[in-house]
């Protein structure tokens, strides 16, 4: 079992930064790769980012590829994605989720646990 909790959401207008941050706890976490994802209302949950389990490998979405970057401390059991020129399409609830494995995958089946979500609302 792996609980996550994000944090670091809230308002910013657009072309601020924000970093949010993702803890977890239960299962070794340096054993499994971590993504996060988004969904905006009405729309499909969509994967943004994930980084392996020692930080090397990471990928992005070309959409947010350049503006996001994401990072993990695996001796504070912590994954981040920092968020620089936000955008209004940026507000959505964002995810993050520890992987089966240690590496990177875009897929959202690969992904068995889930955090609650944190809202970001980037006003123009």
């Known amino acids: 079992q792996v609980q996550l909790v994000e944090s670091g959401g809230g308002l910013v207008q657009a072309g601020d930064s924000l970093r949010l941050s993702c803890a977890a706890a239960?299962?070794?976490?340096?054993?499994?790769?971590m993504g996060w994802f988004r969904q905006a209302p009405g729309k499909e949950r969509e994967f943004l980012a994930a980084?392996?389990?020692?930080?090397?490998?990471?990928y992005f979405v070309d959409s947010v590829k350049g503006r996001f970057t994401i990072s993990r401390d695996n001796s504070k059991n912590t994954a981040y994605l920092q968020m620089n020129s936000l955008k209004p399409e940026d507000t959505a609830v964002y995810y993050c989720a520890a992987a089966r494995g240690p590496f990177i995958d875009i897929d959202a089946t690969a992904y068995d646990y889930w955090g609650q979500g944190t809202q970001v609302t980037v006003s123009s």
């Open positions: 980084i392996s389990w020692n930080g090397g490998p990471t």
């Open positions: 239960g299962r070794t976490f340096s054993r499994y790769a």
